[in-house]
């Protein structure tokens, strides 16, 4: 019931991107970074000197830098560590009690620790816009695009560009910023992002350039 340790795998490259069926713009000024469930619990099913998460790392702290330098509000989502049986709900069921059993890895790791500025969102379910003002909180500040980095691809950062792109956002997942539970699984979400709900992109290509 809970997440199994995890395979080490190579971050996929953007040559092996699949081609995205939109050609939307990245706009700075139009956009909310949005770095995805990066808590100790969650990366701790990956080996201790694992590159893919070292790249990971390394990737969202680069798109972070840039975030800041150019006005992009940043966002976290972190799962609490004293979920009710109603508030865990079906989650209980499919990964058991997850961060209530090991409250000690509820925060952000380290080296991407959120700062005073940016903004942490309680996260509930596989969307960050479940239960949270993310909406709202995009509506206010008149930004319309949500670029997605973090953990686990297939599964929170997937769900909640699909979120996005229902409610008109427009979702950019960055393709070498994800972890995943398997090379597998995190192609499959880049090719979901790709022909069904968003923009793929790399880090490259956000922290090069103001449009992708």
């Given amino acids: 019931m809970t997440i199994p340790m995890l395979p080490e795998y190579n971050m996929p490259s953007v040559d092996s991107f699949p081609k ?3 050609e939307w713009p990245f706009e700075p000024n139009r956009a909310v970074f949005l ?3 990066m808590q100790e619990y969650f990366l701790s099913f990956y080996k201790a000197d694992s590159e893919l998460i070292t790249s990971l790392v390394d990737n969202l702290c680069r798109l972070k830098a840039y975030c800041k330098q150019h006005g992009i509000p940043v966002v ?14 079906l989650l209980n069921d499919m990964w058991g009690p997850g961060l209530n059993h090991h409250p000690e890895q509820k925060k952000v790791v380290a ?5 005073d500025e940016d903004i ?18 995009m509506q206010e500040m008149q930004r319309d695009q949500l670029l997605i980095g973090g953990v686990y691809g297939h599964i929170g950062c997937l769900m909640t560009a699909v979120d996005a792109f229902m409610r ?15 090379e597998a699984e995190h192609r499959m979400a880049l090719n979901y992002v790709a022909e069904r709900c968003g923009k793929l992109v790399s880090t ?5 350039t103001s449009e992708v």
């Fill in 76 to 89: 976290y989502t972190a799962q609490p560590d004293n979920q009710s049986a109603q508030d865990r709900a």
């Fill in 168 to 182: 008109d956002i427009k979702p950019f997942i960055v393709g070498d910023a994800l972890g995943d539970f398997s």
């Fill in 20 to 22: 995205s069926k939109v």
């Fill in 111 to 115: 080296t991407l620790a959120p700062d």
């Fill in 204 to 208: 490259d290509n956000i922290v090069t």
């Fill in 35 to 37: 770095i995805h469930d």
């Fill in 120 to 137: 942490v969102l309680v996260k509930w379910r596989y969307s960050a816009f479940q239960r949270s003002p993310l909406e709202h909180m």
